[in-house]
């Protein structure tokens, strides 16, 4: 078996994670334009899986969450656990992948088009997982909206901040601050329509990658 480096595994990670972004602005590229919500499909789609932006809040979730999970509001706790959950999923996955690239010799001066990311996408299988990936994220888009718009989180928001920073987890609930603040702009019509889309496109992306799942 090839053992590869550290920079080699982060250097295909990062196409990886670069060619998903892609697929996702050029998939909702309306949302891209809308000021209303820029922030929010920025949030979603590419911040959240952004390596190097992600990394610190990571780091800490993974080694304290634990520790402090019985301080915290059960909604954001919650939002903080499904965050987790996503990222760790994510992560397996688009490390798998970027072991597929390198065992097929991709190096770091070639760009994975949308063509070759499909296609090992395809390859790299894990269909049962990549369900599992999408209701997470479908999760995730709806807790967000709803803790964004309702009234009492916003007098909450101040105090939750300053416990974070006591608790040690500012990082994380900063990363759970952002998505509430991405939400806020978007009306509850505009919000059930994109979430609709959203639903509806990425379950057939994967029923047409993965065809004979579940049947």
């Known amino acids: 078996m090839i053992h590869y480096s550290k920079e080699q595994i982060f250097a295909a990670k990062k196409q990886v994670v670069k060619a998903q972004v892609t697929r996702f602005k050029i998939t909702y590229h309306s949302y891209f334009e809308r000021p209303d919500t820029i922030q929010m499909v920025n949030y979603f789609f590419d911040k959240i899986y952004n390596l190097e932006a992600k990394a610190e809040w990571v780091d800490l979730a ?84 709803e803790l964004a718009h309702r009234p009492i989180n916003a007098v909450l928001m101040k105090p939750a901040r300053f416990m974070a920073k006591i608790l040690g987890i500012h990082p994380l609930f900063a990363t759970i601050e952002d998505g509430y603040h991405a939400c806020l702009p978007v009306n509850h019509d505009l919000f059930e329509s994109f979430f609709s889309e959203v639903d509806k496109t990425e379950h057939e992306f994967l029923k047409t990658c993965f065809p004979k799942f579940g049947k």
């Open 62 to 145: 993974i080694s304290s969450f634990d520790k402090i999970k019985s301080m915290i509001k059960e909604e954001t706790k919650e939002s903080m656990e499904r965050l987790i959950d996503l990222n760790n999923l994510t992560d397996k996955l688009d490390t798998q992948m970027a072991y597929l690239m390198l065992e097929k010799n991709w190096n770091e001066e070639t760009e994975l088009t949308q063509d070759k990311y499909i296609e090992y996408f395809i390859e790299l299988g894990h269909a049962e997982e990549r369900f599992q990936q999408l209701e997470i994220v479908l999760l995730n888009l709806r807790q967000f909206y």
